[in-house]
């Protein structure tokens, strides 16, 4: 079964610092990898994606994260943080090919003290 | 380009009462998406729609949940009766021809 873990609650970074946040995934195939923001009392902002291709994928407001097979991994990285980047983040995988649901993460909270 | 509505932001009903919540999707997007959000969790999701036919309603719980999405557009999704259990943010997501899916505000409901 398709699953992803975010092994962190929390990440706490200084505004101008790199960051990053981690996600795990197990799937069956090829994963279709996706990294989602929520800020408070708002819905889900589409970040990124990993489909195939580049295993560094770029995405919206200067996030980036990294297809890694060996490890299972699909990190979000920023090289610069910013206060306003503080957030709630969620890694999520495609399900199975039948359907397209969104598989998620527990969620990481990203905090940018500047 | 407009997004994903959603009606209403925040409801407030007793147990065993029932709710309605109303979804909009992105213009032309033909699968429509809802999920429960539970505080502290990742977004479940409850039915998946491609245009007005049910792709899966495997973790929606059948006895008190429904949904319909009349003419592929809009969806409802209604429960009846609420339980405590059932308080969570409920999202609405639409896509299109790419894989990444779009997300409503999403509705806030307390269950009391």
């Known amino acids: 079964a398709q699953s992803v873990a975010q092994p962190e609650d929390q990440v706490n970074v200084a505004e101008g610092n790199p960051l990053t946040v981690k996600c795990t995934y197990s799937?069956?195939?090829?994963?279709?990898l996706f990294w989602y923001v929520q800020y408070p009392n708002r819905g889900l902002q589409f970040l990124l994606k990993y489909i195939t291709g580049d295993n560094l994928v770029k995405g919206s407001y200067g996030f980036e994260a990294e297809f890694n097979k060996s490890q299972t991994s699909f990190h979000l990285k920023k090289p610069s943080a910013l206060v306003s980047d503080s957030a709630l983040y969620f890694c999520?995988?495609?399900?199975?090919?039948?359907?397209?649901?969104?598989?998620f993460g527990q969620g990481t909270t990203l905090q940018v003290k500047p | 380009e407009a997004g994903v509505a959603q009606s209403p932001r925040y409801k407030i009903i007793e147990k065993r009462q029932s709710v309605a919540f109303w979804c909009n999707p992105i213009?032309?997007?033909?699968?429509l998406y809802w999920y429960q959000q539970i505080l502290g969790q990742g977004p479940k999701l409850l039915i998946q729609?491609?245009?007005?036919?049910?792709?899966?309603d495997s973790q929606l719980p059948k006895d008190r949940f429904s949904a319909e999405r009349l003419k592929g557009v809009d969806s409802t999704l209604k429960i009846q009766p609420a339980k405590l259990e059932d308080s969570a943010v409920y999202l609405c997501a639409s896509s299109g021809i790419g894989y990444e899916q779009y997300f409503g505000p999403g509705t806030r409901l307390t269950v009391t």
């Open positions: 999520a995988v495609r399900g199975p090919s039948n359907t397209g649901k969104l598989i």
């Open positions: 799937v069956s195939g090829n994963p279709y």
């Open positions: 213009s032309g997007h033909a699968t």
């Open positions: 729609f491609q245009n007005n036919g049910v792709v899966d």
